[in-house]
């Protein structure tokens, strides 16, 4: 009987391609952060603006992507925490006296806040229902800040607090905001998904029951998730309305900002962080060159993600890596055999 | 009093419609259809087209909506069974969100066609004053002629749907493979087909739905989710596996909007959120659940 050694083995938790991908990183962060000095005069409003819509819309589909794609909970109503984190951050700013800017982060705390008693009426729900459920809570929520006569009811209202500021100055703050949200976003989420917590969310996306019996506290992480993604959202939305500064419960807890993000993520590659990263991109490109098709350009985006999830599963970033071999930010953990030089 | 109670019963039959259909694809196939609102919508519009053309060829008369409607019925049974023959059916498995996504995207493709081909203005279907004539009843009461023919309909599909299921091959069927559709194919049972069947029925429900929807009042192309949002609180609220669940979910939700509109005409709808919201912390499993397996 041959006698059974255990082989040793060896955790790789890096690819090639991470070192690659991380110096381009810190040079694209380099090159957005100097955008306001070497940005053309006449476009840089304009590029800034822009600039700041896109980062609410990848930090809103990042966090879609770490519910949907990692904790297994597929939501139409994260538009709450967005529109909870505009509201906030105005009546901070118009009514608490804050100043807006500082006011942003306070609001994604608030929307994580108010996500922990809304966690216990969702959670009642899983698979299918939960995604309505979120939305019912969500148009509750919108319904709810309409009828409120101190935020202008229905129509909205406008972000006073920001008056003394000279437009150039709020700009430029808004957009290195956007940028360190951006940044931030994208390190916290990558950071978490490599931590015990991390693996321990993977292994409930992968299945639940068997998590739980190996001892993780399924609902615990699942909270935890839930309430993240609450801060991430109302951090995008309380950006967005900062740069927008003017907001409606019509605009604030529209569905279409988790229409958006589902196309992103659906077409980038769920459950990757390069997901988000390919998808927004491929938004804003689309956004750019059809936004003005109307209702035909929208027809199209819902096409898109219809035949994407059929024929696509992975998304785009997903068949570029079954190709190329490629992991830009590895969260998975590669056990390599000490006899097995192969797997490299 | 009583006549908010027979308004909100009268509303709620109408959610009765909307949500049969939510109600049986969800019991036969376990598959959230988020486009439920929209397919209604659909229907309403299919409707308003019907009856032009039928104006066209010089038809148009008080039954033109019923003529409508039953060549509609038809049509909307083969669109549903082919959409989940080829499309929804690909879509099913462990993981909801492929179906969810692909009806999501469904739902947005299908409210934005509506736009482009009928504008963002509401559009009713004309009934030839129907719908303002209304049946006295005892104690100075009256009742409209076309929300009573509603809820006879209501009452009708629910005792239907409830038959079918308890009383037939096809019902039986349907709860086999709703139970378990592996075991249930090894019996002979072909769950694709089945599921496309149950699909089928569904859209007629949803062609009925949205054919009264458009007799009863005006309907634009996004009144969509807002209307399957109400398709799915009836399931909810009624208990997830049970038809006469549905309607009673949908006739307490009526009523609660009925409440909340004579209140304050902003919180008619949150209301019915808010009620919505406190059956899910307080009886999670609705109030007649009957769930299977």
Redesign the interface.
């Known amino acids: 009987m041959a006698s059974t050694t255990v082989k040793p083995v060896e955790v790789i938790r890096s690819s090639r391609h991470g070192g690659v991908a991380s110096a381009v990183g810190i040079a694209l962060v380099a090159i957005a952060l100097t955008l306001p000095y070497w940005a053309p005069e006449a476009d840089r409003s304009a590029w800034m603006r822009e600039f700041v819509e896109m980062a609410c819309y990848f930090i809103f589909a990042m966090m879609w992507n770490l519910m949907?794609g990692y904790g297994g909970m597929?939501s139409?109503g994260q538009q709450a925490f967005f529109g909870c984190g505009g509201y906030a951050m105005l009546i901070l700013g118009n009514f608490a006296g804050i100043n807006p800017f500082v006011a942003v982060p306070l609001a994604a705390a608030a929307a994580a806040v108010i996500a922990l008693p809304i966690s216990?009426?969702a959670f009642?729900?899983r698979?299918?229902?939960f995604?309505?459920?979120t939305?019912?809570?969500a148009?509750?929520f919108r319904?709810?800040v309409?009828?409120l006569s101190a935020v202008g009811g229905?129509s909205g209202t406008s972000l006073t607090a920001l008056r003394g500021i000279s437009k150039a100055t709020r700009e430029q703050t808004t957009f290195w905001m956007a940028v360190a949200a951006v940044v931030a976003t994208v390190l916290l989420v990558h950071l978490f998904l490599r931590s015990r917590r991390g693996l321990a969310l993977l292994a409930i996306r992968d299945s639940e029951v068997a998590a739980e019996s190996q001892g993780i506290d399924v609902r615990g992480t699942k909270l935890a998730v839930y309430l993240v993604a609450a801060f991430g959202c109302g951090l995008a939305g309380a950006l967005y309305f900062v740069g927008n500064l003017r907001i409606s419960p019509d605009a604030a807890f529209s569905?279409n900002w988790t229409?958006f993000a589902?196309f992103m993520v659906?077409i980038g590659g769920?459950g990757r962080i390069e997901g988000p990263i390919v998808g927004v991109l491929i938004f804003w490109v689309l956004d750019r060159a059809f936004s003005s098709y109307g209702?035909?350009y929208?027809?199209g985006?819902?096409?898109l993600?219809?035949v994407g999830?059929?024929h696509f599963?992975q998304g785009l970033w997903g068949w570029a890596q079954a190709r190329l071999g490629a992991t830009l930010f590895t969260t998975q953990r590669t056990l390599r055999l000490e006899t097995d030089p192969a797997r490299r | 009093m009583t006549e908010i109670a027979l308004q909100g019963v009268l509303l709620g039959s109408v959610y009765c419609l909307f949500a049969l259909g939510q109600s049986l694809i969800f019991g036969v196939m376990r598959l959230t259809n988020t486009a439920q609102g929209d397919f209604i919508v659909l229907a309403t519009f299919a409707g308003v087209a019907g009856m032009s053309l039928l104006a066209s060829i010089g038809q148009a008369g008080a039954l033109a909506p019923l003529v409508v409607t039953l060549l509609l019925m038809p049509v909307a049974f083969a669109s549903g069974y082919a959409l989940q023959r080829h499309v929804l059916n690909g879509t099913l498995g462990r993981d909801p969100l492929p179906s969810l996504v692909v009806t999501f995207g469904l739902s947005i493709v299908i409210q934005n066609l509506l736009l482009e081909l009928f504008s963002a203005d509401p559009r009713s279907i004309d009934t030839a004053g129907m719908n303002i004539e209304s049946l006295a009843l005892p104690g100075g009461l009256a009742v409209g002629v076309l929300p009573l023919i509603v809820f006879v309909v209501a009452v009708l599909a629910t005792a239907s749907l409830q038959w079918l299921f308890s009383s037939t091959r096809l019902g039986r069927a349907f709860r086999a493979v709703s139970d378990d559709p592996e075991i249930a194919e090894l019996m002979g049972l072909d769950a694709r087909k089945l599921y496309a069947c149950a699909t089928g029925i569904a859209f007629v429900l949803i062609a009925l739905a949205g054919v009264l929807q458009g007799m009863r009042t005006t309907v634009s192309p996004a009144d969509g989710p807002l209307l399957l949002l109400y398709a799915f609180e009836a399931v909810i609220i009624g208990g997830m596996g049970s038809f006469w669940g549905t309607f009673a979910g949908a006739l307490l939700l009526g009523v609660t909007q009925q409440i909340g509109f004579r209140l304050d005409p902003g919180w008619g709808i949150g209301l019915g959120h808010l009620v919505f919201l406190a059956v899910l912390v307080v009886r999670p499993q609705g109030l007649f659940p009957k769930t299977r397996g």
């Open positions: 949907a597929v139409i216990f009426v009642r729900l698979g299918g229902y995604a309505i459920g939305w019912v809570i148009d509750t319904i709810v309409a009828n229905g569905v229409a589902i659906v769920l209702t035909g929208l027809i985006l819902g096409l993600a219809i999830t059929i599963k």
